[in-house]
């Protein structure tokens, strides 16, 4: 039996996710703990509670129905106490402005391919399809490759979303089983990697080598973050790498940096870049030059997903 991962979002729609327009479906768990993640609720494979102060009117209707007692009112708003919580979700539930959600949720097959049939008109009409994104879904090789095998059967265009930080056998797995690969290349040096992520890159970079190696369609997206790698040292060694893979040059997506993930902090009660490195969004002079010094490498070059 294949263990079922969670879903915490569909994003219908999305034109940033390979080509034409998808469906997206989000999986949580990461390997990785990006300073500027955009999505940090996917971290953790299990559920947990989100809360958004803006939409609270201190009713406390929440604190009332929690049968745990997790959570209490203060001035600024509803605290988690998060060792009480069995996050059974009677608070979401009771909250007249769903100020309170759970993150997270298990979807049966029958009803997952459902939803994602209801777009398919749209999607054969534009080119697109679906992607499976994440969260990291090779952390979840058995139910990515189950999920695309029966996308392969009902004839949807697969993409994967991916850090590509895995073992190369489950990349060769979920590689021969989608038609593209969307894959995150973050830093060239492995420390600074290591310090800003979490974990090391040579991994992701043998897999990105064996991709090209075995002829497998993907594109490279970089999250270009002011203060951590739009210097010219790391965009010449990151070109300087691509352009010494086999094959086609891979296309490459210059995603700039927005700081969406620190309101998602203090949904999750979490703090948002603790060590308080500086992060920016790059300037518009600075996305062309970085833009510039990849093709100088013979990338063709797109700013945006």
């Known amino acids: 039996m294949v263990r079922q991962?969670?879903?915490f979002d569909i994003k219908r729609y999305a034109i940033n996710d390979g080509p034409g327009i998808r469906t997206t479906l989000f999986i949580k768990g990461c390997p990785l703990r990006c300073v500027w993640c955009h999505n940090p609720e996917s971290w953790t494979e299990t559920k947990q509670l989100l809360y958004k102060p803006s939409?609270?009117?201190?009713?406390?209707?929440?604190v009332?129905?929690?049968p745990h007692h997790a959570l209490e009112w203060e001035e600024r708003g509803i605290i988690n106490r998060k060792d009480a919580c069995f996050l059974c979700g009677r608070c979401a539930e009771e909250c007249p402005t769903m100020a309170l959600e759970i993150c997270g949720k298990e979807w049966t097959w029958e009803a997952l391919m459902t939803e994602i049939e209801k777009e398919r008109?749209?999607?054969?009409?534009?080119?697109g399809g679906v992607t499976i994104c994440g969260g990291e879904p090779l952390m979840h090789p058995q139910y990515t490759l189950q999920l695309l095998k029966e996308l392969r059967k009902r004839g949807f265009h697969r993409t994967v979303d991916t850090s590509l930080y895995a073992s190369q056998q489950v990349v060769a797995q979920v590689a021969e089983e989608c038609e593209l690969?969307?894959?995150?290349?973050?830093?060239?040096?492995?420390?600074?990697?290591?310090?800003?992520?979490?974990?090391p890159n040579q991994l992701i970079l043998d897999n990105i080598r064996w991709l090209a190696e075995n002829g497998h369609d993907f594109r490279i997206r970089i999250p270009l973050i002011e203060g951590i790698n739009t210097d010219d040292e790391n965009i010449?060694?990151?070109g300087l790498f691509l352009d010494t893979l086999p094959g086609k040059k891979p296309v490459v997506h210059l995603l700039p940096y927005h700081d969406v993930g620190k309101d998602k902090h203090q949904r999750m009660w979490s703090v948002f870049n603790p060590d308080g490195y500086h992060m920016s969004t790059p300037s518009e002079e600075t996305l062309h030059h970085c833009s510039a010094l990849l093709t100088s490498f013979g990338m063709k070059v797109v700013i945006g997903g």
């Open 121 to 127: 008109e749209v999607m054969e009409e534009s080119g």
């Open 181 to 199: 690969m969307l894959v995150d290349l973050k830093l060239m040096d492995s420390e600074k990697h290591r310090l800003f992520t979490g974990v």
């Open 5 to 7: 991962p969670l879903i």
């Open 55 to 62: 939409r609270c009117l201190g009713c406390r209707s929440c």
């Open 64 to 66: 009332n129905s929690c």
């Open 236 to 238: 010449k060694e990151t």
